[in-house]
């Protein structure tokens, strides 16, 4: 075949194209073009991700190896940041927070999300459900950065919360500053997009099983838990990895709800980076953090699309 | 379906619950910033326009508006650009290899943008141009050009590709077939893209806050002010770009839905 394309037909000695190719149709040669259409739309993109995205993170996976001397990175192969970062507790106490506060949002927010896109999903109109999923949207399209401040005001030792707890005669606690601000804030980064991927996956479900399994006699809870969850398991797998994915990286919450105390490593890395020049230990926390992501994204993968047994 | 009245209300209740969580802080937001006070507790003092003055009367907020209009423009347009050639890649070729360039395509956003931001940091600032507002450009068209493509290559889906066929079948060139078979059948979705996009850009904050240097854009401003003195002034900006931002949305979803059935969804 290939030989075949790569055959050169003799030069045809005319300016005008068309005539040129359907002369050499004629001479039944299949000749090798440059397709120039195809190219000109599958090559921008590529060349694009390439420069501009894959190789920025091979590089950033490189200067791990660099050394700072003299306040200047210098190009080398070196263990000394890894050996460095990896004997440190406070990297591996930073790690053990970061991975348990992301896997816990994880559970919650697909815990609490479940039962609010089936109710979306099974118990209203058509013409609500395209209103909620609307509503879904909206919260993309606003900053997290003002929704987080808007926490802030609302949990503050003296704010509209505590407020409205004395209202009623109840002590004040603190909510911002704590776990629970760093939760609140996790929720209201994951939460809709949870809700909103679930919800695809339930849509898609073929209902008669749903009847089918009721005829049968199943319980309710029971059909949920063999025959609505199963069968939306990719959207509800796909929903969860996005949700580890977006805590694990957060340093927002962490910082502005949760008061940055034990530090996560994305605040590691803003902190390393933008107080000075260690780039190659910031990006010691940044290869960990993206093999750990990867591991977390292959298993989920592998978990929605193996056979059910 | 077998109902029951008790559970549904409940499960109703339940949906209640989370979107009024979902819209605590930004409905919080939009009261606060017409709110006199620097720190809104209940009661809620009086109305004030006072957030809103400030931000005018700041050089600061002008430029970071002008710096985010400028950097969503040109982002909304390259990312449109390489999100429509790579969907109608997706939609026309089947090559060796198409999964992985497919994943090459769609990954930015799965990448946490701590990560993006620092190596994007490391990248530009290596070929000179990390604190230029070219900086912000190049990472937001990384991580824009996925959405474009998703919302382009979803209005593909609806079209019969032997409609293209079809025009080749009559002698169309393929360009031809493009400029008048292809094009037109996507336009809504181009602009959709467009404007998804540019809400996708404007909103855009811990990348931009690592390349941006001193170009602040909008968010950039925010998170600064965030970290020093943290002033209702915020709520004031978010009010303004979320209005901005589903001003653009809405748009897009008009463009959307224009010759186009409502069941498709």
Redesign the interface.
């Known amino acids: 075949m290939l030989s075949d394309k790569l055959k050169i037909s003799p030069p045809v000695l005319t300016d005008n194209a068309v005539a040129e190719r359907s002369m050499r149709q004629r001479a039944g040669k299949k000749v090798f073009r440059m397709p120039w ?2 190219l ?7 060349i ?3 420069i ?6 091979a ?2 996976v490189a ?1 791990s190896f660099w050394v700072v001397r003299n306040f200047r990175m210098v190009p080398t192969f070196e263990w000394l940041n890894w050996s460095y970062m990896l004997s440190r507790g406070f990297f591996w106490d930073a790690y053990v927070h970061t991975l348990a506060m992301a896997a816990g949002a994880t559970a919650l927010v697909s815990l ?2 479940f ?2 896109a ?3 999903a ?3 109109r058509e013409s609500t459900k ?1 209103l ?1 999923v609307l ?5 993309f ?14 949990l ?1 030792d ?3 919360f505590n ?2 707890l ?2 009623i005669g109840l002590e004040p606690f603190a909510m911002l500053n704590t776990t629970f601000g760093t939760y609140v804030g996790y ?2 980064l994951c ?2 997009l949870v ?1 909103l991927l679930q919800l695809f996956s339930l849509m898609y479900i073929d ?1 008669s099983l ?2 089918a399994a ?1 005829n049968l006699g199943c319980a ?1 809870l029971r059909t949920v838990w063999l025959v609505v969850i199963p069968s939306a398991r990719i959207g509800i797998v796909v929903a969860a990895l ?1 949700c580890f ?2 805590t ?4 927002v919450s962490p910082l ?1 709800l949760g008061g940055g105390q034990p530090p996560t490593l ?1 605040t590691l ?2 902190d390393t ?1 933008k107080s000075g020049q260690q ?1 190659p230990r ?2 010691v926390i ?1 290869t960990m ?2 093999v750990t ?1 990867l591991i977390a ?1 292959f298993g989920a993968v592998r978990f929605a699309y193996r056979r059910r047994a | ?2 109902e ?1 009245r008790l ?2 209300f409940l ?2 209740c ?2 209640v619950l ?2 009024m ?6 409905a ?2 939009f009261v ?1 910033s017409f709110n006199i006070d620097r ?4 009661p809620l003092g009086g109305f004030s326009l006072h957030w809103y003055e400030a931000i005018a009367a700041d050089p600061a907020v002008w430029q970071a508006f002008k710096n985010s209009l400028t950097v969503g423009v040109v982002v909304s347009l390259v990312s449109t ?3 429509f ?2 969907a ?2 997706d939609f ?2 089947q ?1 060796f290899g198409k999964s992985m ?1 497919m994943a ?2 769609m ?2 956003p ?6 993006m931001g ?7 600032s ?1 070929v000179g141009l990390s604190g230029e507002i070219y900086a912000v450009m ?2 937001h ?2 991580m824009c ?1 996925p959405f474009a ?1 998703a919302v382009i290559r979803m209005r593909l889906a609806q079209m019969d590709p032997n409609i293209e066929a079809a025009a080749w079948n009559l002698g169309a060139s ?2 031809k077939a493009m400029r008048y078979v292809i094009l037109p059948f996507t336009a809504p979705s181009l602009f959709a893209a467009l404007f998804v996009t540019m ?1 996708v850009s404007f ?1 855009e ?2 990348v931009a806050w ?1 390349v941006s240097g001193l170009n602040e854009t909008v ?1 950039v401003r ?2 600064n002010t ?1 970290q020093g003195q ?1 002033s209702p002034t ?2 004031a ?2 009010t303004i ?2 209005v901005t ?2 001003t653009l ?1 809405i748009l897009a979803q008009l463009l959307l839905m224009r010759r186009r059935k409502p069941a498709s ?1």
């Open positions: 259409y195809g000109s739309f599958s090559m921008p993109i590529l694009w991700q390439l501009f995205f894959l190789f920025p993170l590089f950033l200067i609490v999300a039962p609010c089936y109710a979306i099974f118990k209203f395209q909620l509503l879904l949207i909206t919260p399209f606003t900053s997290y950065l003002v929704r987080t401040y808007s926490w802030q005001v609302f503050s003296n704010g509209i407020a409205a004395g209202l929720f209201t939460l809709p809700v209902r749903i009847e009721h309710r996005f994915i977006l694990f990286g957060d340093f502005y994305s890395i803003t980076t780039w910031a990006a940044a953090m993206i992501l994204a | 379906m077998n029951h559970i549904n499960l109703r339940f949906v989370v979107f969580f979902i819209f605590t802080p930004i919080g937001s606060f720190f809104p507790s209940l650009l390489l999100g050639t790579a109608y890649t026309r070729y090559f360039y090459l395509a990954l930015p799965t990448i946490p943008v701590v990560i620092l190596a994007m940091l490391a990248f530009l290596r190049i990472s068209i990384v050009a493509m393929q360009w809400a909103d904050f811990a690592f968010p925010v998170l965030l943290v915020i709520n900006i978010g770009v979320f931002t589903m949305v969804a």
